[in-house]
């Protein structure tokens, strides 16, 4: 397999991966977080941003541009059960399909982890059909259309939030994989600053599901700086026009008409307050190592694109055969 193929491939594998976790988040939030089948689909959820995180960083690691959309993943929303067939169905897909990369690509660490990918591929797949068991006929009742009680213009600034909140996490991602070889403390502060936003994300879109609104997790397109000071300041600017978004929320009478609502509203703004200070150190650092020179001087690539296809990053230091080890 050639070079630009086998980059197709991760970034196909990754997409499908974002997909999973879209997926199963949806559904978790739908039949509530707490449910023991909601419990089950999270805990599925979260393997997913494993294994969307291992291809990233493989990605990043060969310098190559992660890809950040989600792929495709077509499903039977009738009912619980139409749903899992529909998952049955994908992770079966998944599993003959990893099977068959791990057995075209030498570099044992890749194939590694392409296995690793197949075989949690058949615990979902078993997962999924002893749950289509385990509900019978209860699983077969169509998902009845929920109404919710917040008003249209809450609505509103609840989707612009998963949007906003969604960005955050793939930004943070992006720079994560991308940057990792240029500062390995500022890569794996970002993955966890990521997930930070990711708990974010699921206030507002379990809001908006238990409202019976459509969460489209749209891609929201991420900063495609190259260096670290760059993607910094861009996270951080969009985290604190967050925070300032927060905070109205959290003082908006029809929140505290909701009394777990504004709870959580509350709790975000001191989360987002951290995750702030956070970013905020972390650039001061990297400017401070960098003699305090603006961004765009103390970096060797002025571009702000995207790296190219096949281009080492700066540092170089990580290949394929590095995987993990950080
Ligand atoms: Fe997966
Ligand atoms: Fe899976």
């Known amino acids: 397999m050639d070079r630009k193929a086998f980059i197709a491939m991760l970034n196909k594998d990754m997409a499908d991966e ?5 997926r199963y988040l949806i559904h978790a939030y739908q039949v509530g977080e707490s449910t023991p089948f909601g419990q089950m689909l999270l805990s599925t959820a979260r393997e997913e941003m494993w294994h969307m995180d291992w291809l990233g960083d493989e990605l990043g690691e060969m310098g ?4 950040m959309e989600q792929g495709i993943y077509p499903y039977d929303g009738t009912s619980n059960a139409s749903l899992l067939r529909s998952y049955i169905e994908w992770e079966d897909n998944l ?9 075209q690509v030498d570099e044992p660490e890749l194939k590694r982890v392409l296995h690793q990918l197949g075989w949690e591929s058949i615990t979902h797949r ?3 059909a002893s749950w289509l068991d385990k509900l019978g006929s209860e699983g077969e009742k169509p998902l009845a259309p929920v109404e919710g009680d917040l008003s249209p213009d809450l609505v509103t600034r609840f989707h612009s939030e998963v949007d906003a ?3 955050l996490v793939l930004q943070h991602l992006r720079h994560a994989f991308v940057l990792e070889g240029q500062s390995c403390p500022v890569g794996s502060e970002l993955e966890l600053t990521a997930m930070r936003h990711m708990k974010n994300l699921s206030h507002f879109a379990e809001e908006l599901i238990d409202s019976g609104e459509d969460v489209p997790f749209s891609y929201p397109g991420v900063d495609q700086s190259s260096a670290v000071p760059d993607a910094l300041a861009a996270d951080l600017r969009l985290t604190t026009e967050a925070q300032e978004r927060f905070i109205a929320l959290s003082q908006d009478p029809e929140v505290a008409e909701h009394p777990d609502l504004k709870i959580e509203i509350d709790n975000l ?21 960098s003699g ?3 961004s765009s001087e103390a970096v060797s ?4 694109a995207a790296p190219e296809a096949g281009v080492k990053p700066t540092s170089g230091g990580f290949t394929v055969g590095s995987l993990k080890g950080h």
């Open 18 to 22: 974002h997909a999973s976790i879209i």
């Open 64 to 67: 190559e541009e992660p890809g």
């Open 95 to 103: 599993i003959k399909m990893y099977d068959a990369q791990a057995a």
């Open 126 to 128: 078993r997962r999924f």
């Open 165 to 167: 909140q969604y960005k």
């Open 269 to 289: 703004v001191t989360r987002n307050g951290l995750l702030t200070m956070v970013v905020k150190e972390l650039l001061e650092s990297v400017r401070s190592e």
């Open 292 to 294: 305090g020179e603006s």
């Open 301 to 304: 690539e002025p571009e702000k």
